[in-house]
């Protein structure tokens, strides 16, 4: 007959000392599992005899009734006591420092040229941008250079047709805004990027920046463009910096000037920056040429104006001391991160 005063302490005892709810499991499925000792028990009840059948079976049925209930217990125990334990595992410390995000800055580029534009805009000049593929047209034949002109020769480039090709120059935005305006005045500034051909090195690139400039309006002088060019320099390279004009030669232009500013870097004595000449060359400009402008649309007769053109590159070259054309192309943060300063 069985003992079920002992199977009920044995069962007691186990459920009660369960760690945890693996252990439990396997307890429930020891005692109440269908192979389990209560079922077993069930089993014995043909066994028994017939009058005692009634009482037997409530007795297994009662058993049955509280190893279910100390199951249960101690199962709602043992997860609420789980829970406790993940919640104090994964306590958050609200106290430690955040993660920072890196983040990126302008390329120095796009701010000096973001510079340059600013500069200008406080002079009162607009700001025009222009496509990057452009028409023989504007590209050279407006500015004066015809197909056989040589001096096509150091430009001529990445054609996509022979009508098409990547501007050359930002001259070509300035025969372009001529040709739209005329023959009203103007005063804009024109900044983007220019493909030609080109060496590859230190000092040379096949794409660079440049920022055009074009004025015009009835008697214009070219002092105007003298004092342009001084105010630029000075507000770019320093207050102390003076400019000179020598003459020069571009199509476009009549008079031509190539213009030079005093050495930032030994203010004229001469160094190794300014070739011991205590100047640099630092742009081209000129009185927009009679023919230029009559092809545009104007009447030289009654208007005139002065452009200039300038390299984004050399002037961030110069200005931060930069040794190298090709570290503005290459993305490397070590780099641009020097000029976060400006964000
Ligand atoms: N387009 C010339 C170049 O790319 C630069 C230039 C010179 C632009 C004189 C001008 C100018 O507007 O007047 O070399």
Redesign the pocket.
């Known amino acids: 007959m069985a003992n079920f005063e002992e199977l009920k302490q044995q069962f007691t005892a186990a459920f009660e000392n369960a760690e945890n709810l693996e252990q439990l499991n396997a307890l429930r499925v020891e005692y109440l599992g269908k192979k389990g000792q209560i079922s077993a028990l069930m089993k014995q009840m043909k066994d028994v005899p017939k009058e005692e059948k009634p009482a037997f079976g409530q007795k297994v049925n009662e058993l049955k009734a509280e190893a279910t209930a100390l199951f249960d217990k101690k199962k709602e125990e043992l997860e609420s006591k789980a829970l406790e334990e993940k919640l104090a595992s994964e306590k958050i410390d609200l106290t430690l420092p955040g993660r920072r995000p890196s983040y990126g800055n302008l390329n120095p580029l796009h701010l000096v040229e973001q510079e340059l534009e600013d500069l200008f805009i406080g002079l009162g000049y607009q700001v025009i941008e222009g496509d990057e593929v452009v028409d023989d047209l504007y590209c050279f034949e407006r500015?004066n250079i015809p197909k056989d002109h040589p001096a096509r020769a150091?430009?001529d480039s990445l054609y996509l047709d022979p009508e098409h090709l990547l501007r050359?120059?930002?001259?070509a935005i300035?025969m372009k805004v001529l040709e739209e305006q005329a023959p009203n005045p103007i005063k804009v500034v024109c900044p983007g990027k220019?493909y030609?051909r080109d060496d590859d090195d230190a000092t040379h690139s096949h794409q660079f920046m440049?920022i055009?400039?074009?004025v015009i309006g009835e008697h214009v002088p070219l002092s105007d463009l003298k004092g342009t060019l001084e105010f630029f320099a000075r507000k770019m390279f320093g207050q102390d910096r003076e400019i000179r004009f020598r003459p020069?030669f571009?199509p476009?232009?009549e008079p031509?000037?190539e213009v030079d500013v005093s050495c930032h870097m030994c203010g004229g004595k001469g160094c190794p920056t300014c070739k011991g000449t205590g100047w640099i060359e630092i742009?081209?400009?000129?009185?927009?040429h009679p023919h230029v402008l009559e092809m545009a649309g104007y009447d030289p007769k009654k208007v005139n104006g002065?452009?200039?053109?300038?390299?984004i590159e050399r002037v961030a070259m110069l200005k931060y001391g930069i040794d190298d054309i090709r570290h503005f192309y290459t993305n490397d943060q070590r780099f641009n991160k020097n000029f976060d300063r400006f964000d």
């Open positions: 500015a150091m430009q050359t120059h930002t001259t300035q220019v030609r440049q055009e400039g074009l020069s571009f476009f232009t031509s000037v742009l081209g400009a000129g009185e927009v002065f452009a200039f053109g300038i390299g």
